[in-house]
């Protein structure tokens, strides 16, 4: 079954260090990956987004994120955490043409982002 | 551009009513969805629709019904509400079903049945 998987449900980080918030996948083919991010009572945004190309793509707000097609994850980073990233970060995937799925958006189960001044 | 609206922002049902929520969309989408939020699941499809007249369903379709009649609108009806469907409703837009475009959520609903 196509999945996608965010291990942590929490993640505390102290304002100015980098953050990592992570994310793996199981989707056959090469899948399109995103990340969102919801703040309190708000939808969600679109942050980034990995088609094809360089593994490492840059998105809004200072955030990144590195696509490892070994390790079938697509983590999110900030070298320096604001305490106004403290939200609700989801990652998704979009399965490829032919392998079922390709217009449906599978989402993690979320990621809460604490940055702690 | 007003972007996606979603109406109401809150709803209190009985077990057993029926309810429409609204979305509508001015970005000229032809892609668009309902999702529910729920707590430690993440956000699960309910239906979406491809263009107008094109709907198909979802990870979770049982017990809502939508249709596409023009580009901008894709209500969600709840046909007869239950307990299991007090959750946070989103709909979603993007440009296009074949290339991947981002996709734009409403500010969501909030819907409690009792």
């Known amino acids: 079954a196509q999945s996608v998987a965010q291990p942590e449900d929490q993640v505390n980080v102290a304002e100015g260090n980098p953050l990592t918030v992570k994310c793996t996948y199981s989707v056959s083919g090469n899948p399109y990956l995103f990340w969102y991010v919801q703040y309190p009572n708000r939808g969600l945004q679109f942050l980034l987004k990995y088609i094809t190309g360089d593994n490492l793509v840059k998105g809004s707000y200072g955030f990144e994120a590195e696509f490892n097609k070994s390790q079938t994850s697509f983590h999110l980073k900030k070298p320096s955490a604001l305490v106004s990233d403290s939200a609700l970060y989801f990652c998704?995937?979009?399965?490829?043409?032919?392998?079922?799925?390709?217009?449906?958006?599978?989402f993690g189960a979320g990621t809460r982002l604490a940055v702690h001044p | 551009n007003a972007g996606v609206t979603q109406t109401p922002k809150f709803q209190v049902l009985k077990t057993g009513q029926s309810m429409t929520l609204q979305c509508a969309q001015d970005?000229?989408?032809?892609?668009m969805s309902w999702y529910r939020q729920d707590p430690g699941m993440g956000l699960r499809l309910i239906h979406y629709?491809?263009?107008?007249?094109?709907?198909d369903q979802g990870e979770v379709p049982n017990g809502y019904n939508v249709s596409r009649s023009t580009t901008e609108d894709f209500p969600l009806r709840l046909l007869s509400a239950a307990p299991s469907q007090t959750s946070v409703y989103f709909c979603?837009?993007?440009?296009?079903?074949?290339?991947?475009?981002?996709?734009?959520f409403g500010p969501g609903t909030r819907l409690t049945v009792t």
């Open positions: 979603a837009s993007s440009y296009s079903q074949g290339i991947s475009y981002e996709q734009y």
């Open positions: 629709s491809v263009g107008a007249g094109i709907t």
């Open positions: 970005m000229n989408h032809e892609y």
């Open positions: 998704a995937v979009r399965p490829t043409p032919g392998t079922g799925g390709y217009n449906k958006l599978i």
